[in-house]
């Protein structure tokens, strides 16, 4: 049996309704792995779920009913202070609100090493390695986020993520507010990193071919459900879920020939759902 790092099983997210006497289920029962060292991609349009499945790995959704395992640890109902011992940490989407603007790089990514007991000289020198992994100056570490690009800021925030060698980094979007040349950039460099660390994901997006690009597996929601979760390759080139189908036939493609086809097979999967 391959181990699994991150196990979530029969997993229930409720919120409050309109009405006091409602609840709205934001996931039915989803169950998902992840091995170490694996991406899992997590695809779904806006609204799916996909973003509170992220959040209630990190603690920030509130859990109904299931559970959520970290290397055999449940991370249900566990208190802040009680999160920092646990090897899991986020890059999210928008890079321009992620980062204080009132702080330096350098102070930025020093502040969850010192928090952690690191002095303060061994910080400048592991700040100034987490810049060198994602391909940034040294005297970045002096500058404020609005003196980068939004490509910059992401690796920024990815090497905050990376300070305290996590074994799981939750990846919500990280890449929909980049343009495609800055996309391929990034998820080139999440790759990289997880080749020279092990680090496992779970990267979440509803951009099918971004999340092709990176993961081992995908898992497909909808409407708070996982109904389609195999290998990359497969579901991708041979999806069987119908919602799986119409979201490879939305994706965009370069060659005008292939899109055209694409076009073609989701006006016929249109007509089939009406």
């Known amino acids: 049996m391959t181990e699994k790092i991150l196990e979530v099983d029969g997993l ?6 309109r009405r006091r006497s409602e609840r709205f289920r934001a996931l039915k029962g ?10 899992v991609g997590l695809v779904g349009e806006s609204g799916s779920g996909k973003t509170t499945l992220g959040r209630a790995i990190l603690g920030l959704a509130p859990v109904a009913e299931g559970s ?4 055999g640890r449940s991370l ?6 009680q999160r920092r011992d646990i090897d899991v940490q986020a890059v999210f989407q928008d890079p321009y609100t992620s980062l204080n603007p009132a702080m330096t790089i350098g102070d930025i990514l020093a502040e969850p090493l010192t928090v952690r007991g690191t002095s303060d000289r061994e910080a400048r020198v592991q700040v100034h390695e987490l810049l060198d992994a994602v391909g940034l100056p040294v005297d970045a570490a002096g500058r404020r986020p609005n003196e980068f690009s939004g490509g910059q800021r992401q690796r920024i925030a990815i090497a905050r993520s990376l300070a305290l060698d996590p074994k799981l980094i939750v990846c919500d979007e990280p890449v929909s507010a980049l343009d495609l040349s800055t996309q391929a950039k990034v998820l080139d460099l999440f790759i990289d990193i997880q080749r020279r660390t092990g680090v496992a994901y779970l990267f979440i997006s509803h951009d099918l071919m971004v999340v092709r690009h990176i993961s081992h597996r995908i898992a497909v929601m909808y409407h708070g459900d996982i109904v389609e979760f195999g290998d990359g390759e497969q579901v991708t080139d041979h999806p069987e879920h119908p919602y799986t189908q119409r979201l490879l036939a939305a994706s965009p493609v370069s060659d005008p020939e292939e899109q055209r086809t694409r076009r073609e097979q989701r006006k016929a999967l249109m007509a089939t759902d009406a």
Not at 12 to 17: H, I, K, L
């Open 12 to 17: 229930v997210v409720e919120f409050p309704g």
């Open 30 to 39: 989803v169950s998902i792995d992840i091995a170490p060292g694996e991406t």
């Open 76 to 81: 249900v109902g566990l208190t802040r202070k």
């Open 68 to 71: 959520i395992e970290f290397e």
